[in-house]
């Protein structure tokens, strides 16, 4: 399964860059990152399947 925090580690390699394109990256790596692992949490923790209703409904399984 992929590790989402491999992209904050990505992240913090780009924001060390001061060129506006890595800074750009970054941050997108940072999004995701925060994405990817709070949907983990809610379908995994919470038994939230909150992609599979097109991000408007709750439901258990």
């Known amino acids: 399964m992929f590790e989402w925090s491999d992209?904050?580690?990505v992240?913090?390699?780009l924001a060390n860059n001061s060129k506006e394109a890595y800074i750009?990256?970054?941050i997108?790596?940072?999004y995701y990152s925060l994405f990817g692992s709070s949907r983990e949490y809610l379908i995994k923790?919470?038994?939230k399947y909150f992609l599979e209703k097109g991000?408007?409904?709750?439901?258990?399984?």
């Open 7 to 9: 992209f904050c580690d």
């Open 11 to 13: 992240a913090d390699e």
């Open 24 to 26: 750009r990256s970054s």
């Open 28 to 30: 997108d790596r940072y």
């Open 45 to 47: 923790q919470r038994e």
């Open 55 to 61: 991000g408007r409904e709750f439901t258990k399984k």
